[in-house]
C-alpha cells in the first residue's frame, strides 16, 4: 500500500469491478478477437491495446467502421454479452481479501458503489452469486451514462448520486487509461494491481494517490 495523498476524511468509495474486484480480465482478453475471427476476420495484433479503453458500445462502433461489420451497434453488443455470460453468471471470482476490505469499510458507514464499462445485468449476476451486491448503494455503467472511461461522466455521475464531495471520495482502478480519466477530473485515486495492466505497472503507481497490491494487505486505516 503506497500513500501520496494527504490525509483525508474517506466518505465513499467508487469501484470499477473488472480487475478491481474481480478476477475477471482474462474473459476480456480475447473477446474482441473471437468476435472478429467467428465473422472470419483476422484481428489485428494490437487488438487488445486498441479496445481497452474503450466501452462495450465504443468497441461496437470501431468493429463497424474498421472492418465492415454491418449489425447495429446494439446487436453487436448484444453478441458480446452473450460471450460474456457464462463466466459472469458461473466461473468469475472475486479478488483475494475483497470481502474482508468491503466489509471493513461497510462498518465505517463509507459509501460504496460500482462505476463499470460492463454491462449491468453481468455486474449483477456476478455480484449476487459472489455474495457481494450488498456492499454497494447502486450500480452504474458506461451505458446508462452514455460514455466511457476516457470520460469522466461515469464517475461525476457516481459521485452526484453517492452526494458526498470529491476531496471525500476514491477511486478505486485497475487501468492506467481509466486511472488517468480520474486523476484529470480531480479526484483522489487508489490503484488496484491486476496482472492485465503489468506492463503499465510503473506509470499507475506514479499517477495514482494509493497503490493497492493485496486487498488482504490493506486497512481502512490506511486511507
Same mark, same amino acid.
Given at each position: 500500500?503506497?500513500?501520496?495523498?494527504?490525509?483525508?476524511?474517506?466518505?465513499?468509495?467508487?469501484? /470499477?469491478?473488472?480487475?478491481?474486484?474481480?478476477?475477471?480480465?482474462?474473459?476480456?482478453?480475447?473477446?474482441?478477437? /473471437?468476435?472478429?475471427?467467428?465473422?472470419?476476420?483476422?484481428?489485428?495484433?494490437?487488438?487488445?491495446?486498441?479496445?481497452?479503453?474503450?466501452?462495450?458500445?465504443?468497441? =461496437?462502433?470501431?468493429?463497424?467502421?474498421?472492418?465492415?461489420?454491418?449489425?447495429?451497434?446494439?446487436?453487436?453488443?448484444?453478441?458480446?454479452?452473450?460471450?460474456?455470460?457464462?463466466?459472469?453468471?458461473?466461473?468469475?471470482?472475486?479478488?483475494?481479501?475483497?470481502?474482508?476490505?468491503?466489509?471493513?469499510?461497510?462498518?465505517?458507514?463509507?459509501?460504496?458503489?460500482?462505476?463499470? =464499462?460492463?454491462?449491468?445485468?453481468?455486474?449483477?449476476?456476478?455480484?449476487?452469486?459472489?455474495?457481494?451486491?450488498?456492499?454497494?448503494?447502486?450500480?452504474?455503467?458506461?451505458?446508462?451514462?452514455?460514455?466511457?472511461?476516457?470520460?469522466?461522466?461515469?464517475?461525476?455521475?457516481?459521485?452526484?448520486?453517492?452526494?458526498? /464531495?470529491?476531496?471525500?471520495?476514491?477511486?478505486?482502478? /485497475?487501468?492506467?487509461?481509466?486511472?488517468?480519466?480520474?486523476?484529470?477530473?480531480?479526484?483522489?485515486? =487508489?490503484?488496484?494491481?491486476?496482472?492485465?495492466?503489468?506492463?503499465?505497472?510503473?506509470?499507475?503507481?506514479?499517477?495514482?494517490?494509493?497503490?493497492?497490491?493485496?486487498?488482504?494487505?490493506?486497512?481502512?486505516?490506511?486511507?
Amino acid at each position: 500500500m503506497k500513500n501520496k495523498s494527504h490525509i483525508i476524511n474517506f466518505k465513499a468509495g467508487i469501484f /470499477d469491478l473488472d480487475g478491481t474486484i474481480l478476477n475477471s480480465m482474462p474473459v476480456w482478453d480475447n473477446l474482441g478477437a /473471437d468476435y472478429l475471427k467467428s465473422y472470419n476476420i483476422e484481428p489485428p495484433m494490437n487488438l487488445r491495446e486498441i479496445l481497452k479503453p474503450m466501452s462495450l458500445a465504443q468497441a =461496437a462502433e470501431y468493429f463497424r467502421k474498421e472492418f465492415g461489420i454491418t449489425e447495429t451497434s446494439s446487436e453487436i453488443v448484444n453478441q458480446a454479452n452473450k460471450m460474456l455470460e457464462y463466466a459472469y453468471f458461473n466461473t468469475i471470482e472475486e479478488k483475494p481479501g475483497v470481502y474482508g476490505f468491503l466489509e471493513n469499510l461497510k462498518a465505517s458507514d463509507i459509501k460504496m458503489c460500482i462505476a463499470t =464499462a460492463t454491462d449491468k445485468y453481468l455486474v449483477e449476476a456476478a455480484l449476487k452469486r459472489l455474495n457481494l451486491i450488498g456492499y454497494f448503494d447502486f450500480i452504474i455503467t458506461c451505458k446508462c451514462v452514455g460514455a466511457g472511461k476516457d470520460s469522466p461522466v461515469i464517475y461525476l455521475e457516481a459521485l452526484k448520486k453517492l452526494g458526498t /464531495d470529491i476531496y471525500e471520495t476514491i477511486i478505486f482502478e /485497475d487501468s492506467l487509461h481509466a486511472i488517468k480519466t480520474a486523476k484529470n477530473a480531480g479526484f483522489i485515486v =487508489a490503484g488496484v494491481y491486476d496482472p492485465s495492466a503489468q506492463e503499465d505497472l510503473e506509470e499507475i503507481k506514479k499517477i495514482c494517490d494509493y497503490f493497492i497490491e493485496d486487498f488482504n494487505l490493506l486497512s481502512i486505516d490506511d486511507f
